[in-house]
Antibody, heavy 126, light 107 residues
Framework: QVQLVQSGTEVKIPGASVKVSCKAS????????MHWVRQAPGQGLEWMGI????????SYAQRLQGRLTLTRDTSTNTVYMELRSLRSEDTATYYC???????????????????WGRGTLVAVSS | SELTQDPAVSVALGQTVRITCQGD??????ATWYQQKPGQAPVLVIY???NRPSGIPDRFSGSSSEITASLTITGAQAEDEADYYC???????????FGGGTKLTVL
């Protein structure tokens, strides 16, 4: 079964760190870049970052740089999102998503997430 | 770069509605559209020029012109009531960005 299974709810105090996992199954994990997206309660989707198949290339949203680290373990088909120095504003549901991309005959590209994890709630509160 | 969407749009049952997304990056890259219902993960509805994943009804279609991408629902149904987000790659960096989302109400 093609799926992304995320770890469970986390409750953290401000200043702590959190590490959320996303385990892939049913497809060739090493063929795909992976993204992380978060959504604060009642708010929109926010792109967080991307990691390449071998785990040696990442890119992070500017506002999260310095606090966010994405890693992946190819032996267990798992990608991880670690966010440090947590603040109340980091309270959100965190999603992993599988990257797919293509381009038209003119070279114009697109990227899409057809497969998402079900989300992990991270609550930050004192 | 940013992607701008109208915060809310309404449509009468069975009528046609267009949800738009504007941003400079759309000159270079196609937008992708997602539907999200309360308490659920987003679902891909349109990608590329006008591609629908299997399982997405053909009443959903996409188009693009200059800096504007559009998602059109022809004959909106009650089950289409949801939040819709566009997404694209930033034109000047290896980053992606979502629009703020449009809440669609089907009357």
């Amino acid at each position: 079964q093609v799926q992304l299974v995320q770890s469970g709810t986390e409750v953290k105090i401000p200043g702590a760190s959190v590490k959320v996992s996303c385990k892939a199954s049913g497809f060739i994990f090493s063929n795909h870049w992976m993204h992380w997206v978060r959504q604060a309660p009642g708010q929109g989707l926010e792109w967080m970052g991307i990691i390449n198949p071998s785990g040696d290339t990442t890119s992070y949203a500017q506002r999260l740089q310095g606090r966010l680290t994405l890693t992946r373990d190819t032996s267990t088909n798992t990608v991880y999102m670690e966010l440090r120095s947590l603040r109340s504003e980091d309270t959100a549901t965190y999603y992993c998503a599988r990257d797919e991309s293509d381009q038209d005959s003119g070279g114009r590209q697109w990227w899409f997430f057809a497969l998402w994890g079900r989300g992990t709630l991270v609550a930050v509160s004192s | 770069s940013e992607l701008t969407q109208d915060p809310a749009v309404s449509v009468a049952l069975g009528q046609t509605v267009r949800i738009t997304c504007q941003g400079d990056s759309l000159r270079s890259y196609y937008a992708t559209w997602y539907q999200q219902k309360p308490g659920q993960a987003p679902v891909l509805v349109i990608y590329g020029k006008n591609n629908r994943p299997s399982g997405i009804p053909d009443r959903f279609s996409g188009s693009s012109s200059e800096i504007t991408a559009s998602l059109t629902i022809t004959g909106a149904q009650a089950e289409d009531e949801a939040d819709y987000y566009c997404k694209s790659r930033d034109s000047s960096s290896f980053q992606w960005v979502f629009g703020g989302g449009t809440k669609l109400t089907v009357l």
